[in-house]
């Protein structure tokens, strides 16, 4: 019924969707990781007896949105996505704080990834689901890039989707989908240890290999080795070009997670061609 409407209108109903989903993203994006915060601190408080916190509820819906320096909470009008950014200035409207443009850049990313994969795929309920996988890579990779943390309330439930994803659309290819998880965590697992005893340092942390894991649930175990190599030369290439720009950099740990997310969107979104290149470039 969706497909039947008219193109301009049906691509201006995804973009809007897109758009939504996108502003969703910057609120896990913002909030998750302080909330996994507050939960550790209150865990070890509890441990060792201490008081806890008498601090106010912090979740995804409370409290409100707001200024984080004025505090001042935000208006419908200041919610709407892309739009209150561009009608603002990208300033807040009372003290003129400029917005972080992380906003307006992951409504349009998550924009983009929904538009590409209707595209792509076409308007289904499968899609659906691949715009999901889609839009939680991208929050993995931003979560990942500011704070190193790759959570297991976003891993682990992009693991499982993966696997119901076969199990509705592509049943004859879920035994490849499970084996690709645990190939996936164990390959990451492999490395992790390999490389901690000759150096005596973590290369990566776990996140990484559930990470990987939820790619090889949504994609079989046959794309891991590619998953690997498209990841580590896009995380080469884009290392090699921050740390040249920015010499101070030089040396600083890198995040893997945005890199598994990249390589994830090309699988994704270019599945069949890829994959043939690469199977005639074996050959």
């Known amino acids: ?10 691509w201006l ?3 809007l969707l897109g758009l939504g989903l996108g502003s969703f993203l910057n609120v896990v994006i913002t909030r998750l990781p302080v909330m996994l915060m507050r939960a550790w601190r209150a865990e070890a408080q509890a441990a060792l007896e201490l008081p806890g916190d008498e601090s106010t509820r912090f979740n995804l819906l409370s409290p409100s949105s707001m200024c984080p320096r004025c505090e001042q909470p935000l208006a419908w009008r200041d919610k709407i996505p892309l739009v209150s950014y561009v009608m603002l200035g990208g300033h807040c409207r009372h003290c003129q704080t400029r917005i972080s443009p992380q906003y307006p850049l ?6 983009a990834l929904t538009l590409a994969v209707v595209a792509l795929h076409g308007p289904s309920l499968a899609s659906l689901m691949l715009i999901g996988a889609c839009l939680t890579l991208l929050a993995l990779a931003v979560i990942d890039f500011r704070t190193q943390l790759l959570p297991d309330a976003i891993t682990l439930p992009l693991l499982w989707a993966g696997l119901a994803y076969h199990l509705w659309f592509q049943p004859l290819w879920l035994s490849n989908a499970v084996i690709g998880a645990m190939a996936g965590y164990l390959v990451l697992w492999a490395f992790y240890w390999l490389f ?4 005596g340092k973590e290369g990566m942390g776990y ?5 990987l894991a939820a790619l090889g649930a949504w994609l079989g175990w046959q794309w891991l080795p590619l998953l690997l190599i498209l ?3 896009v995380g080469a290439i884009i290392g090699l070009a921050i740390q040249t720009a920015v010499p101070r950099l030089r040396g600083m740990p890198m995040p893997f997670g ?7 969107w090309i699988a ?4 069949t061609p890829v994959m043939t290149l690469y199977q005639d470039l074996l050959l």
């Not at 992951?106 to 924009?111: K, P």
């Not at 994704?268 to 599945?271: A, G, M, Q, R, T």
């Open 258 to 264: 945005p890199f598994l997310a990249m390589a994830g």
């Open 231 to 233: 990841s580590a030369g």
């Open 268 to 271: 994704i979104l270019f599945e």
């Open 207 to 211: 996140g990484d290999f559930k990470l």
């Open 1 to 10: 019924m969706i497909a039947e409407l008219p193109p301009p209108l049906f």
């Open 106 to 111: 992951i409504e349009l990313a998550g924009t």
């Open 13 to 15: 109903l995804t973009a």
């Open 196 to 199: 901690k005893l000759v150096t």
